[in-house]
């Protein structure tokens, strides 16, 4: 669920709509496809989101920078692409 969220997101920059404002998002991937940095920031305001999300062998797991889980799960749940 997570992860077909995160792969909607094209690696490097794009933009995307959120709650109805506009947020850049830099998408970075890692170990051949296993982990994955993505920040976004919303373009006319404060608002930021960053995270970081690993693959392993036992499990996939959503590490939030300095924020709550639930807010980025519903960033990822609710973005819609431009």
């Known amino acids: ?3 077909d969220a995160i792969n909607r997101i094209p ?7 959120y709650q109805k404002k506009k ?4 998408k970075d991937i890692y170990n051949n496809g296993k982990s994955f940095k993505i920040y976004a920031k919303e373009l006319q305001g404060n608002d ?5 999300y690993y693959i392993t062998s036992t499990a ?3 590490k939030p920078c300095e924020m709550s889980d639930q807010k980025v ?3 990822l749940m609710q973005f819609k692409m431009m």
């Open 23 to 26: 947020y850049s998002v830099a």
């Open 48 to 52: 930021f989101i960053s995270l970081n």
């Open 1 to 3: 669920m997570l992860l």
């Open 60 to 62: 996939e797991l959503l």
């Open 11 to 17: 690696e490097g920059y794009s933009e995307v709509l």
């Open 73 to 75: 799960i519903s960033f």
